[in-house]
């Protein structure tokens, strides 16, 4: 079974301050991950994704991600925020090994940038 | 990117009438669509897994009579919530991979029943 889990609720961040969201994954092979946002009344776009190499994944809107495999995180960080990027974030992950083509979502994670 | 639609984007209907939700993938094709409900505030819940020219795969938990699902072609999925009723509100998302490592979204369907 796949599994994700992020720990935050809400998260606050001063406009121009660096953000992390954070994600913690747990599958039976090796994973792949994935960083969506919402923002109110739509549907879920695309941020990035990690399938294989570098570990350091660069996605949409000056957002990254890094995979740690050892402690099976895959947070998503920028390094100066925007009152734009204030949204929900979700972390999702899909088993290589796994039958189901399926994502599995975390609970998500409310970023809101203070100006 | 590629982009998935949805039609319609908002709906209001009474108690015990039916709603017909289309999911289009527009510029690729889709063998299999994912139909998820979202509550205000929480996560996506998969309801359904929709493959073309078979029937439906549902979820625990849901009532396959209520939430028809018909995958006709490559590129349309519909949803039908048959007999609505006001728990049924809710915001429906639908996607399609576009290959093994990418899913796109549609842009939702937010259900009201009255």
């Known amino acids: 079974a796949q599994s994700v889990a992020q720990p935050e609720d809400q998260v606050n961040v001063a406009e121009g301050n660096p953000l992390t969201v954070k994600c913690t994954y747990s599958?039976?092979?090796?994973?792949?991950l994935f960083w969506y946002v919402q923002y109110p009344n739509r549907g879920l776009q695309f941020l990035l994704k990690?399938?294989?190499?570098?570990?350091l994944v660069k996605g949409s809107y000056g957002f990254e991600a890094e995979f740690n495999k050892s402690q099976t995180s895959f947070h998503l960080k920028k390094p100066s925020a925007l009152v734009s990027d204030s949204a929900l974030y979700f972390c999702?992950?899909?088993?290589?090994?796994?039958?189901?083509?399926?994502?599995?979502f975390g609970s998500g994670t409310q970023l809101t940038v203070l100006p | 990117g590629a982009v998935v639609s949805q039609h319609p984007s908002r709906v209001i209907c009474k108690s015990g009438t039916s709603v017909k939700i289309e999911c289009r993938s527009l510029?690729?094709?889709?063998?299999?669509m994912f139909w998820y409900r979202q509550f205000p505030k929480q996560s996506l819940m998969l309801m359904a897994t929709?493959?073309?020219?078979?029937?439906?795969?549902?979820e625990q938990g849901v009532e396959k009579d209520k939430f028809l699902i018909n995958h006709a072609s490559l590129t349309l999925s519909t949803l039908t919530v048959t007999s609505a009723h006001p728990e049924d509100s809710s915001f429906y998302i639908c996607?399609?991979?576009?290959?093994?490592?990418?899913?796109?979204f549609g842009p939702g369907t937010r259900l009201t029943v009255t």
């Open positions: 996607s399609a991979w576009t290959s093994v490592y990418e899913q796109y």
């Open positions: 599958v039976s092979g090796n994973p792949y």
């Open positions: 990690y399938i294989t190499g570098d570990n």
């Open positions: 999702a992950v899909r088993d290589m090994l796994g039958s189901a083509r399926q994502l599995t």
């Open positions: 510029d690729f094709q889709a063998t299999t």
């Open positions: 929709s493959n073309e020219g078979s029937k439906a795969t549902y």
